[in-house]
């Protein structure tokens, strides 16, 4: 069974930087899909962010840019570096994972394994 644990979230000020970690522990494998989702406040929709494999990064077109993932496999631990921040960034920030690699990176409805979410709020 894999767990997974993010942190890192919290207070920033618009254009600041902020790097969440997924610490990802049991039954973990390297070429299963990881992916970062967010969840804006007053919805219930999870939209994806970006998503990271054995071959390579899925990218969310409308932050690529300012986001980034990346995987660390001696920690086994995936990051998120997101960059000049927004306001409409403000959402809580969940790590997911997948067995594969094969489609529906940007589904959240693909994912079986969830974290519990960290917040991350910034101000105008």
């Known amino acids: 069974q894999v767990q997974l644990v993010e942190s890192g979230g919290g207070l920033v000020q618009a254009g600041d930087s902020l790097r969440l970690s997924c610490a990802v522990s049991?039954?973990?494998?390297?070429?299963?899909?990881l992916a970062w989702f967010r969840r804006a406040p007053g919805t219930e929709q999870r939209e994806f962010v970006e998503?990271?494999?054995?071959?390579?990064?899925f990218h969310s077109e409308s932050l690529r840019g300012r986001f980034t993932v990346a995987r660390d496999k001696a920690s086994n631990t995936m990051f998120l570096q997101m960059n000049s921040l927004k306001s409409e960034d403000t959402a809580t920030y969940y790590c997911?994972?997948?067995?594969?690699?094969?489609?529906?990176?940007?589904?959240?409805?693909?994912?079986?394994?969830w974290g519990q979410g960290t917040q991350v709020t910034v101000s105008a």
């Open positions: 998503a990271i494999t054995w071959a390579g990064a």
């Open positions: 997911a994972s997948k067995s594969g690699t094969t489609g529906g990176n940007e589904s959240p409805m693909a994912y079986t394994v």
């Open positions: 049991g039954r973990a494998f390297w070429g299963d899909t």
